[in-house]
């Protein structure tokens, strides 16, 4: 009987830094058991093919195909894939209750505005001009954070300000495999669990702020 993959949601706005965070948390996670099996998906590819120009405000959750998306990963939880974790990022995935309900543990990368700006000029500026860049976060993608996506970040079971650039990554790994290994057992999990005494971690991390929906491994770090 195949197991139930741990689905693990990261939302946030534009430029936040949620692959940033995806990629972090796959990598940590590999190196604490080199044999996991690890999906990893994004909301920009469930982007409609022929969705309408830029929409502000709450409307931006129109120009992704989110039912699409739940689906596959309804079906993902439900054994149709050979995953031990699956982990999918978009600053949407807390705005369908269907993603919402799937997720195992919904992560809220939450970045300072004037940040998440900065980003997106450096990583755009190649191909367009400033002038377009501000145009377009001021009438597309400020709107769609403040009135669609900030919102949600109550429904989020770990609140991360530092995104992968802090020490929350390597408690969220560690909270995800120990729940691993409850679900199926220390001696079923393939590869080498790597020791935690080395990162000398601490007891508490004051920069990721858990709210009382979080899973219970989660209310310890």
Same mark, same amino acid.
């Given at each position: 009987?195949?197991?139930?993959?741990?689905?693990?949601?990261?939302? @946030?706005?534009?430029?936040?830094?949620? +692959?940033?965070?995806?990629?972090?948390?796959?990598?940590?996670?590999?190196?604490?058991?080199?044999? $996991?099996?690890?999906? +990893?998906?994004?909301?920009? &590819?469930?982007?409609? =093919?022929?969705?309408? =120009?830029? $929409?502000?405000?709450? *409307?931006?959750?129109?120009?992704? &195909?989110? *039912?699409?998306?739940?689906?596959?990963?309804?079906?993902?939880?439900?054994? !149709?894939?050979?995953?031990?974790?699956?982990?999918?990022?978009?600053?949407?995935?807390?705005?369908?209750?269907?993603?919402? !309900?799937?997720?195992?543990?919904? #992560?809220?990368?939450?970045?300072?505005? &004037?940040?998440?700006?900065?980003?997106?000029?450096?990583? *755009?500026?190649? +191909?367009?001009?400033?002038?377009? #860049?501000?145009? *377009?976060?001021?009438?597309?993608?400020?709107?769609?954070? !403040? /009135?669609?996506?900030? =919102? +949600?970040?109550?429904?989020?079971?770990?609140?991360?300000?530092?995104?992968?650039?802090?020490?929350?990554?390597?408690?969220?790994?560690?909270?995800?495999? &120990?729940?691993?290994?409850?679900?199926?057992?220390? /001696?079923?999990?393939? @590869? #080498?669990?790597?020791?935690?005494?080395? $990162?000398?971690? =601490?007891?508490? $991390?004051? !920069?990721?702020?858990?709210?009382? @929906?979080?899973?219970?491994?989660? /209310?310890?770090?």
């Amino acid at each position: 009987m195949p197991q139930t993959p741990i689905l693990i949601s990261i939302s @946030g706005g534009e430029a936040a830094g949620k +692959t940033a965070v995806q990629a972090g948390l796959k990598s940590r996670l590999l190196s604490l058991n080199s044999g $996991l099996k690890i999906l +990893t998906l994004h909301m920009s &590819d469930y982007a409609l =093919p022929h969705a309408p =120009p830029p $929409l502000g405000g709450a *409307e931006g959750v129109k120009g992704y &195909d989110l *039912e699409r998306l739940a689906g596959e990963l309804e079906g993902i939880v439900g054994g !149709e894939a050979d995953a031990d974790v699956v982990i999918v990022e978009g600053r949407y995935m807390l705005c369908c209750r269907r993603l919402v !309900e799937v997720a195992s543990v919904k #992560i809220f990368v939450d970045c300072d505005s &004037d940040v998440r700006l900065s980003r997106k000029v450096i990583r *755009e500026s190649g +191909t367009r001009s400033l002038d377009r #860049i501000l145009d *377009e976060y001021v009438r597309y993608s400020k709107p769609a954070f !403040e /009135q669609a996506i900030l =919102p +949600t970040k109550p429904i989020s079971d770990i609140i991360l300000p530092a995104a992968a650039e802090g020490p929350g990554l390597d408690l969220i790994a560690h909270g995800v495999m &120990d729940d691993i290994k409850r679900r199926r057992g220390r /001696q079923s999990l393939p @590869g #080498i669990l790597a020791s935690v005494s080395h $990162l000398q971690l =601490p007891l508490a $991390l004051s !920069e990721v702020d858990l709210t009382t @929906g979080a899973p219970s491994y989660y /209310q310890t770090v």
